[in-house]
């Protein structure tokens, strides 16, 4: 079994800064892609960013150049550098990793920006 355990969501400023962390852990045998999207109210899950086995990044075009999303391989770990957060960042933020044939979830965080 593999889980998935973010932290470091919450509740901040607009302007502010959060950085997000999903660690994995079990039967983790090679990881592949990791990705961070986000369900805001009423709203369909929306992908806002992956880092690609290799090292690639990609992001979603309303979090360009505030979001960052990093990795640490021998902590089975990715991030999500949040900067310059606005009101409409407001969302459930969920990992995921691609390990084997499989995708795995993390349960989700919540970050509330205010105005």
């Known amino acids: 079994q593999v889980q998935l355990v973010e932290s470091g969501g919450g509740l901040v400023q607009a302007g502010g800064s959060l950085r997000l962390s999903c660690v994995a852990s079990?039967?983790?045998?090679?990881?592949?892609?990791r990705g961070w999207y986000r369900q805001a109210p009423g709203k369909q899950r929306e992908l806002v960013a992956f880092?690609?086995?290799?090292?690639?990044?990609n992001y979603a075009v309303s979090v360009k150049d505030r979001f960052t999303i990093s990795r640490d391989n021998a902590k089975n770990t990715v991030y999500l550098q949040m900067n310059s957060l606005k009101p409409e960042d407001t969302a459930v933020y969920y990992c995921?990793?691609?390990?084997?044939?499989?995708?795995?979830w993390g349960q989700g965080t919540q970050v509330t920006v205010s105005s």
């Open positions: 995921n990793f691609v390990i084997g044939a499989s995708i795995y």
């Open positions: 079990g039967r983790i045998f090679s990881i592949g892609a």
């Open positions: 880092i690609s086995s290799d090292g690639s990044t």
